[in-house]
C-alpha cells in the first residue's frame, strides 16, 4: 500500500511542477518528512537524485529549442558546485544521521521552505504586464548582453548560497533560483531564465546527491517509486500548464510552503 502511496505523491508533485514551475525539492522533502515518516536526511538525499532525473529531461528538451543561456549556468554552477562541495564535507564530518546534523538541516530545510514561499509569492506579483512589455523589448537587444549579470561576482556568490542550501535541504533550485536570476539577470527573457534556472539545478543535484549517496543517504527503491509517478505527472503538467489558473496555484503553493516552513523551524 505505501508502494503505490509512493507513486502517488510523486505524480503529484510532478503535476505541480509541471503546472507552476516550482521546484519539486520544496514540495517532495516536506511530504516525504511529514507524511511519510521518513528521516530528513534519507528524503533530502533521495529528493536531491530525484530532482536530477527530472530537470535532466527538462534541460534536453529546452536545449533543442535554443533556449539555455550557457554563459548564465556557468556562472551560477562556478559558485554552486564548490559550495555544494564544502557542505557535502561538512556533512560528511559530522555524519547525516546524528542528531546534531538532523536539527541543522530541519531548521535550514524550514528556513529554505520560508524562502520559497515568499519566492513564490513574488514571481506571483513580477510576472505582470509590465515584465512581459520588458522581455518584449529584449527579444530586440542582443542576446549576448542580456545574458550579462548587474556584476559578474553576483550569480557566482548567489550560486554559493543556493549550493549550499540544496545540498543541506534538496530546496532552493526552483522558485529562489528563478528569483535570484530574475533580479540578477533583467533583461533575460523569461523562458530563457527558466531554462538556465533548470539546466544548472540539473550538475547541482546530481553533485550534490550522489554526495548523499555516498554517506548512504539516499533510498534507491523509494527513488524509483517517486520517479515512476512524477515523469507521467510532469508530462501532464505541462500539457495542463494553458488552461489552469497559474496565480491562484502558485499562491495556494506559497502559503503551503510557508506552513510547512514554520512548522519545521518551530520543532
Known amino acids: 500500500m505505501h508502494d503505490f502511496a509512493f507513486v502517488f505523491a510523486g505524480f503529484a508533485v510532478g503535476l505541480i511542477v509541471g503546472l507552476t514551475g516550482v521546484g519539486g525539492g520544496s514540495l517532495m522533502t516536506p511530504v516525504l518528512i511529514f507524511f511519510f515518516g521518513v528521516k530528513p536526511h534519507l528524503a533530502i538525499g533521495t529528493d536531491l537524485l530525484f530532482a536530477a532525473f527530472t530537470k535532466m529531461g527538462g534541460t534536453v528538451s529546452m536545449a533543442r529549442q535554443r533556449l539555455v543561456p550557457w554563459r548564465v549556468v556557468g556562472l551560477l554552477c562556478a559558485g554552486s558546485i564548490p559550495a555544494a562541495l564544502a557542505a557535502l564535507w561538512l556533512l560528511h564530518r ?45 527579444r530586440h537587444a542582443n542576446a549576448a548582453d542580456a545574458a550579462e549579470p548587474r556584476h559578474w561576482s553576483l550569480p557566482v556568490l548567489l550560486g554559493a548560497v543556493i549550493g549550499t542550501l540544496v545540498t543541506f535541504t534538496s530546496v532552493g533550485a526552483g522558485a529562489i533560483g528563478v528569483t535570484v536570476l530574475l ?47 512524477s515523469l507521467p505527472g510532469i508530462w501532464l503538467g505541462s500539457r495542463l500548464v494553458s488552461r489552469t489558473p497559474e496565480r491562484l496555484i502558485r499562491s495556494a503553493l506559497s502559503l503551503l510552503l510557508a506552513w510547512a516552513g514554520a512548522k519545521l523551524v518551530l520543532i
Open 94 to 138: 559530522m555524519g547525516p544521521a546524528t542528531e546534531q546534523a538532523q536539527q541543522i538541516m530541519t531548521s535550514t530545510l524550514g528556513v529554505a521552505l520560508l524562502l520559497t514561499a515568499a519566492a513564490t509569492a513574488y514571481k506571483v506579483l513580477a510576472f505582470s504586464p509590465q515584465r512581459q512589455a520588458a522581455e518584449l523589448a529584449a
Open 183 to 229: 533580479l540578477v539577470f533583467p533583461h533575460l527573457p523569461l523562458p530563457r531564465i527558466i531554462a538556465a534556472d533548470i539546466a544548472y539545478a540539473v550538475p547541482l543535484t546530481l553533485v550534490a546527491g550522489l554526495g548523499h549517496a555516498s554517506l548512504g543517504s539516499v533510498d534507491w527503491p523509494l527513488l524509483a517509486q517517486l520517479l515512476a509517478g
